[in-house]
């Protein structure tokens, strides 16, 4: 199994700046793809930046420019940094890992419990 904690969302003015994190434990033993995701209440979850394990880069387009997805691969651990951050970005933002585990000899699905972003003056 793998686990994932999100933690460094909080309440940020318009035009600021917020990094996300996502640490990941367990046992797998590789990961194909991760990413960052977000929901509001009433929405479904959106996808808002990816990173495969050859380290390209995907981003929505409503965050290209100012969102930059990164990751430790020592410390099992991705980040987010936001920046000109707008009332719009507020939401539960969510990490999502794509990773095999020997236990079930296969790639599955993993999420974190989210991590509220508000941007607002």
């Known amino acids: 199994q793998v686990q994932l904690v999100e933690s460094g969302g909080g309440l940020v003015q318009p035009g600021g700046s917020l990094r996300v994190s996502c640490a990941a434990s367990g046992r797998f033993s590789s990961i194909r793809i991760m990413g960052w995701y977000r929901q509001t209440p009433g929405n479904e979850r959106e996808l808002v930046a990816s990173?495969?394990?050859?380290?390209?880069?995907k981003y929505a387009d409503f965050v290209k420019g100012r969102f930059t997805i990164s990751r430790d691969t020592a410390k099992n651990t991705m980040f987010l940094q936001m920046n000109s951050l707008k009332p719009e970005d507020t939401a539960v933002y969510y990490c999502?890992?794509?990773?095999?585990?020997?236990?079930?000899?296969?790639?599955?699905?993993?999420w974190g419990q989210g991590t509220q972003v508000t941007v607002s003056s």
């Open positions: 999502h890992w794509n990773a095999y585990t020997r236990l079930q000899a296969a790639y599955n699905d993993y």
């Open positions: 990173i495969t394990s050859g380290g390209s880069t």
